[in-house]
């Protein structure tokens, strides 16, 4: 069977390099645009079943293209998940890889292969515009010279970010390592130490806020809305929240007018419904759910405005976009904003057990689809399919040789010109790890609590191995280790042969 398998594997990765080979002759260089949610989940969508708000640009892209129902982020949160999209590397293989704070050094090393680098080699302008948590600098930054290295010393020709997420400091944009707006006599000092004399915080100064913080998010208020991390002076430089998804959206129109007459490569990963959820006001009531639901219909729009523009510019046939979700979803992720108190029936983890922070499949397991009008025919698919794969699917898609071990050549399901999609994948939840294959999920035993009482979410730990098949049991009810321990067995082995034994070794949940 396991020898089947391999001759299988190679016969198959000899025909996808002899398709690579003719290609790179042929080399079409479509532009490539990934655009990257914050905490959507799987049920998020309307094209997934969700009634209570609406999603027509997602759902349009998703049913005319290709839209996946097994297909994942490699971690339940968002630094891994970043880095491992950005470098086809599985995030476990890199300590640091981790939900950084806003001071952290940049976790992707100046040498190593990454998406934009890959393509730049192959001709490609490259782009980000929107939020990054990969961390910047060296470890000792200071935020009132060229902040570097940052992403533009990782193959980003341009780049446009918010250095982590929109509940850290500092709230600023940074262009090309330039923090935007800032005035040279108001400096920018940030700290996740300790506060800055005299400036106020959510805990000591609760009449300054205009959002409340529920847990963590008591530091630096900006806008009305207690941040994590300390932050002195940039007054002029602060981000205004509401204009967030439109300041981004101009970012990438102009971009894409700009570069629309050569191969470009776009990474645009919106911030919504990534808390603090701040649509813009006329989003405002537009769903049912209150801020969360509301700035998902903000981020549907922003895709369709992404699409116009593409359409205008007259490059929409000649452009892949691949769209999909850093972890999974959660309500209440520190604020007050009633994500909880609206969601009455809406399942935002769609049919899964778990959300954001967990190893159940709610954590990974996100909406995902391609779309590329006039080359990709609408399709469904059920393989599993890794953000991880993106790396090599697109270095298959332009003609480069280069791979990494960890990323899968997918291009051909990426297309919707094959069935054949990834036989496992290892996911991670906050250090932890568990495996899939086929239809199985093992998930090793782990110590720390089952669930977290602050976000409300099961984290998939338990004392004792667990197995689930999923084709019978989506919503991993159903422990089948002590019933089945030569199906565990083979998992366990399966999964060490990729992770190694030392998976139990992880470190202190950084989960609070
Ligand atoms: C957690 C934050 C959460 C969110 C998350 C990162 C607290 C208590 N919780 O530590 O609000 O910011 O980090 O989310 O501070 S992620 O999607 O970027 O991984
Ligand atoms: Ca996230």
């Known amino acids: 069977m396991f020898l089947r398998f391999k001759t299988t594997t190679i016969l198959f990765c000899l025909a996808m390099s002899l398709v690579s080979c003719s290609e790179k002759d042929s080399a079409t260089q479509p532009n490539i645009i990934i655009v990257y949610m914050d905490d959507l989940g799987y049920g998020d969508v309307s094209y997934n079943g969700a009634s209570r708000l609406q999603t027509p640009n997602m759902d349009a892209m998703a049913m005319g293209g290709m839209r996946f129902n097994n297909g994942y982020a490699t971690s339940a949160t968002c630094t891994p998940s970043r880095y491992a999209l950005l470098t086809g590397v599985y995030p476990w293989r890199e300590k640091r890889a981790k939900i950084l704070p806003g001071t952290a050094p940049l976790i992707i090393g100046t040498e190593q292969m990454t998406i934009p680098r890959m393509?730049?080699?192959?001709?490609?302008?490259?782009?980000?515009?929107?939020?990054?948590?990969?961390?910047?600098?060296?470890?000792?930054?200071?935020?009132?010279?060229?902040?570097?290295?940052?992403?533009n010393q990782l193959g980003f020709d341009y780049s446009y970010i918010l250095a982590a997420t929109q509940d850290r400091v500092p709230t600023v944009y940074i262009e090309d390592g330039m923090v935007v707006g800032l005035d040279p006599n108001d400096p920018i000092e940030v700290s996740y130490r300790k506060n800055f004399e005299g400036e106020p915080t959510g805990i000591e100064n609760p009449e300054l806020t205009t959002m409340k913080w529920h847990h963590g998010h008591n530091s630096s208020i900006v806008n009305g809305i207690p941040r994590i991390g300390f932050m002195k002076g940039g007054e002029a430089a602060k981000w205004s929240d509401i204009d967030m998804a439109d300041h981004f959206l101009n970012g990438v129109k102009n971009y894409i007018k700009k570069h629309k007459d050569q191969p470009f490569f776009l990474y645009y990963p919106m911030q919504q419904p990534h808390v603090p959820r701040t649509p813009h006001p006329r989003f405002e009531g537009l769903s049912e759910l209150g801020p969360r639901g509301d700035a998902i219909v903000e981020a549907d729009w922003c895709l369709g405005g992404l699409r116009k523009a593409l359409e205008a510019e007259g490059i929409l046939e000649n452009t892949l976009i691949i769209f999909s979700s850093d972890n999974g979803p959660v309500l209440n992720d520190g604020y007050f904003d009633d994500a909880d108190v609206k969601n009455g029936d809406h399942t935002p983890w769609g049919p899964f057990r778990g959300g954001k922070y967990s190893l159940f499949e709610a954590g990974t397991h996100v909406p995902f689809f391609t779309y590329w009008k006039g080359k990709i025919q609408p399709g469904v698919s059920d393989e599993i399919v890794s953000q991880l794969d993106l790396f090599s699917s697109l270095a298959q898609l332009v003609g480069s040789d280069i791979r990494t071990d960890d990323s899968l050549p997918l291009l051909d399901l990426l297309m919707g010109n094959t069935d054949v999609g990834r036989e496992n994948l290892v996911i991670e939840a906050t250090s932890r790890t568990a495996y899939r294959q086929g239809d199985w999920v093992m998930i090793p035993p782990y110590d720390g609590p089952a669930s977290n009482d602050n976000v409300k979410i099961e984290l998939g730990s338990a004392p004792t191995f667990q197995l689930y098949n999923l084709a019978e049991d989506i919503n991993q009810q159903n422990n089948l280790a002590s019933a089945m321990p030569e199906k565990l067995s083979e998992m366990l082995a399966a999964f060490e042969t990729i992770r190694g034994d030392d998976y139990r070794k992880t470190e202190k949940l950084e989960l609070k």
């Open 119 to 151: 393509l730049k080699g192959e001709g490609y302008h490259t782009a980000i515009i929107g939020k990054w948590h990969l961390g910047l600098g060296n470890g000792n930054v200071d935020w009132n010279k060229l902040v570097t290295p940052g992403p």
